[in-house]
């Protein structure tokens, strides 16, 4: 499976919004489940959001409502639109190949190297 390549990260202010963007290739959007997850420097990676190989989704509670995660089989891209974003969502952005999605996000088979996204107060 390829290795995921995440963008689209930067800096926003408190209460903006983002994109993020995870390319990988059509085998692996057909046979994976994708996750965003994050990391603040000092603690313990965080799963934010998962989208099954069938279109189902998973949020963590803390972002539902204002995160989405989707995906776009023309593109081979995995998407995570954030809104109302909070100066403690600060952090590098991960995307994640998974056999399936999992509560713990636990069972990564492959990560991106990491998008940083920064919001200021």
């Known amino acids: 499976q390829a290795q995921p390549v995440e963008s689209g990260g930067g800096l926003v202010q408190n209460g903006g919004s983002l994109r993020l963007s995870c390319a990988t290739s059509?085998?692996?959007?057909?046979?994976?489940?994708i996750s965003w997850l994050r990391q603040v420097p000092g603690k313990e990676r965080e799963g934010v959001a998962c989208?099954?190989?069938?279109?189902?989704?998973y949020y963590a509670d803390s972002v539902k409502g204002r995160f989405t995660i989707s995906k776009d089989v023309s593109k081979n891209t995995v998407y995570l639109e954030m809104n109302n974003l909070k100066s403690d969502e600060t952090a590098d952005y991960y995307c994640?190949?998974?056999?399936?999605?999992?509560?713990?996000?636990?069972?990564?088979?492959?990560w991106g190297q990491g998008t940083q996204v920064t919001v200021s107060p």
């Open positions: 059509k085998t692996t959007l057909d046979y994976y489940a």
């Open positions: 989208i099954s190989r069938d279109g189902k989704t």
């Open positions: 994640a190949t998974q056999a399936e999605c999992r509560g713990d996000y636990a069972g990564v088979l492959t």
